[in-house]
């Protein structure tokens, strides 16, 4: 019986701090109560208004983060526009926990304008997971305007990583469904098995909402992006091909 409360004592003690958010150990799902600490600071709830041709106009949730000052990586299904469904409104809520944010909070607002700041792969259909991600590039004239944002990103974007069986994988963002409502963050962290194609399979709790969230491994210092998280238990991989897309996008 002794024993028997010992490890419960252990496991009471092991859950409790699973709000240490900068934790290498946390392997269960967490909610990010403090959001003004890196990276979390900069990994984004999105809100996107769609008019849609056959259904009713309406907003939808997920979640992108910084990979520089003016740059939201996300996964492409938030932002891809069609005959059938465009984005005309995008609400960007950096490190939001409840009614708070880490940064001011942007609109990119209008069916041109919106267009003008997306960039997704150009193979990206509905449900096609090796090309699911795409980027907002935020105007210099709405940046100018805001008192608090950041000046660089917390995330790299690394061409020369290699990864390995065994690496651990983090992921954050902002679910919107099964309990959530898309105002807090959570976190999670697992051991990365299989990264041989553009795809990346996974065990995350997640939600609608979470969509566009970042994997990440930390090495070295660096918080490196490996993948998006897209569609369940699937995110899509980050590797040297599409960084180097991403980086002619934003460059051009």
Same mark, same amino acid.
């Given at each position: 019986?002794?024993?028997?409360?010992?490890?419960?004592?252990?496991? =009471?003690? @092991?859950?409790?701090?699973?709000?240490?958010?900068? #934790?290498?150990?946390?392997?269960?799902?967490?909610? !990010?109560?403090?959001?003004?600490?890196?990276?979390?600071?900069?990994?984004?709830?999105?809100?996107?208004?769609?008019?849609?041709?056959?259904?009713?106009?309406?907003?939808?949730?997920?979640?992108?983060?910084? =990979?520089?000052?003016?740059?939201?990586?996300?996964?492409?299904?938030?932002?891809?526009? /069609?005959?059938?469904?465009?984005?005309?409104? =995008?609400?960007?809520?950096?490190?939001?926990?409840?009614?708070?944010?880490?940064?001011?909070?942007?609109?990119?607002?209008?069916?041109?304008?919106?267009? /003008?700041?997306?960039?997704?792969?150009?193979?990206?259909?509905?449900?096609?997971?090796?090309?699911?991600?795409?980027? @907002?590039? !935020? $105007?210099?004239?709405?940046? /100018?305007?805001?008192?608090?944002?950041?000046?660089?990103?917390?995330?790299?974007?690394?061409?020369?990583?290699?990864?390995?069986?065994?690496?651990?994988?983090? @992921?954050?963002?902002?679910?919107?469904?099964?309990?959530?409502?898309?105002?807090?963050?959570?976190?999670?962290?697992?051991?990365?098995?299989?990264? #041989?194609?553009?795809?990346?399979?996974?065990?995350?709790?997640?939600?609608?909402?979470?969509?566009?969230? $970042?994997?990440?491994?930390? /090495?070295?210092?660096?918080?490196?992006? !490996?993948?998006?998280?897209?569609?369940?238990?699937?995110?899509?991989?980050?590797?040297?091909?599409?960084?180097?897309?991403?980086?002619?996008?934003?460059?051009?």
């Amino acid at each position: 019986m002794e024993t028997k409360h010992s490890i419960i004592l252990v496991l =009471i003690l @092991i859950f409790s701090n699973y709000n240490s958010a900068n #934790s290498q150990t946390i392997i269960a799902l967490d909610t !990010i109560t403090n959001t003004k600490v890196e990276p979390f600071s900069q990994i984004c709830k999105i809100e996107t208004f769609r008019v849609r041709k056959f259904k009713k106009d309406r907003s939808f949730e997920s979640t992108g983060f910084f =990979i520089a000052p003016n740059v939201i990586l996300t996964a492409a299904h938030n932002l891809y526009s /069609n005959k059938l469904t465009k984005v005309v409104k =995008i609400k960007l809520l950096p490190g939001k926990y409840k009614d708070q944010n880490s940064y001011d909070s942007i609109v990119i607002n209008g069916d041109e304008l919106s267009k /003008n700041v997306i960039r997704v792969h150009s193979k990206f259909n509905w449900n096609k997971v090796d090309f699911d991600f795409g980027i @907002i590039i !935020i $105007p210099d004239s709405i940046i /100018n305007r805001l008192k608090n944002w950041p000046k660089v990103s917390s995330f790299n974007l690394d061409k020369t990583y290699n990864l390995k069986k065994g690496d651990t994988l983090r @992921i954050a963002g902002f679910p919107a469904n099964g309990g959530y409502d898309g105002s807090i963050m959570t976190y999670e962290a697992q051991i990365g098995k299989d990264f #041989s194609t553009k795809k990346i399979s996974h065990s995350f709790h997640t939600e609608t909402g979470n969509s566009g969230s $970042p994997l990440w491994i930390e /090495n070295g210092g660096k918080k490196i992006i !490996i993948g998006i998280h897209t569609y369940t238990n699937l995110a899509t991989r980050i590797d040297k091909e599409y960084i180097e897309l991403i980086e002619s996008w934003i460059n051009n």
